[in-house]
């Protein structure tokens, strides 16, 4: 599943015994992250309407695997000569403060807040949970692993929930909460890295081992796309597209013989699984046709209206646990928007605006090195990132935080055994 990877590395170099065997404070961090994302997968909400034991029991993991020196450490103490590590301190520094008074001033309710300031602390993952991958990189394997599980498993529940199976688990069937799984960038890169590991093992050699391995990853690859097919996530869809075309492209610059192969077998998983994308493709142009952006431009205008009122809130916003009348959702009040800088705007102001491009601008830069690196993986961790910070709400979840995070560590990754 992970063989994509080792294009950027020496697969021998691999083998060697580059990490100590010495168990210390960051090997159970590393656990610690990998169960958080596993019980996140089984039984937890991207965006759920109450805080339960699920949610609970998720954050204390996952604050195991950050530890409180270390965050005290970030509020404290200069991040690091990287500009991105310095903006990120900035702008939690800043969150944590003025939209959190102005919230507090404007009468937010305590909830309200919560549901604001927990999904913006899983922005600065790559801050808290960075430590554990740059002592032990070799980590990084294990915690992109669980990041697939997430994906497949969100997958696989929202299929179940779409056709109302009975199979044990309340939170995995049918249920008045919206879980919006199908919409976590988790599920788009768990779909779209498969499918490029599949094409790498193809690209590789073709011979029993490899189409079977080819088989295998596809057919996990099947189980998010289904959840994107059925509800019709158009962003979602169409960067698959781009990212299988440019992912073929790539291998033909590199090796074209081999790619053509690659190719056909592609061609032929395609027939046997039988989508028919003629089918796909008229389905979204009909939902396009009938609700075209989804009010997108309406929303962003409904927004500036509201900062734009006085000096104050155009620089500090409206506070964590805000509200406002959005048009993509018919008009309902809630405390988002679908991009996530017009939501920065909202809530922080412009200042919160400076700082979070500012945080965003330096793990962009990252993840081009990234895609330098190794384009196949690349590739699919740009695709929910950008569509994330544009088009969808999912901005606001610990999926968003944990992508995030995959951009620098993979990096370290990379480094890591590249000078080995």
Known sequence: MLYALDSATDRDSLNKDTISLRVNIYDYRAIFLFCACLAYAIFGSPTPDMFSYTEAFVLILLGLSIGVVHVRNLLVRPAGHRFWKSAGQMFLIYGLSIPLVVGALAGHSLF????????????????FCLPVIRARPYYF?????????????????????????SCGFDVWCAQEELLYLENMPTVLFSCLFLLGSAITYAVRRIDALHIFVFCFLVAL?????AAMILTLQRASIGALVVYIFCVYAYFF????????????????????????????????????????????????AAVWDIVSADTVTFLFGIGWGGHFSSPAVGGLSVNFTHNFFSSMFLKSGLLGVILCTAYIAGLLERLW?????????????????????????????????????LIPASLVYFRQFESS
């Open 221 to 225: 690859a099947l189980i998010p796309l």
């Open 369 to 405: 090195r990234v895609m330098r690196k190794n384009m196949v993986f690349g590739l699919a961790l740009a695709a929910p990132v950008l569509i994330d910070l544009t088009f969808y709400a999912s901005f606001k979840s610990l999926d968003f935080g944990l992508v995030l995070l």
């Open 112 to 127: 309200a807040i919560s549901r604001d300031v927990i999904p913006f602390l899983c922005l600065f993952l790559p801050l």
């Open 253 to 300: 610059f590199k090796a074209p013989r081999k790619a053509l192969g690659a190719l056909l077998l592609g061609a032929l998983a395609l027939y046997v699984v039988g989508i028919s994308s003629h089918m796909v493709f008229a389905s979204l142009w009909e939902k396009t046709r009938s609700v075209g952006l989804n009010m997108r431009p309406q929303e962003m």
């Open 141 to 165: 394997r294990t915690t992109l692993l669980g990041f697939i599980i997430i994906g497949l498993l969100f997958g696989l529940r929202s299929l179940l929930i779409r056709f109302d199976v």
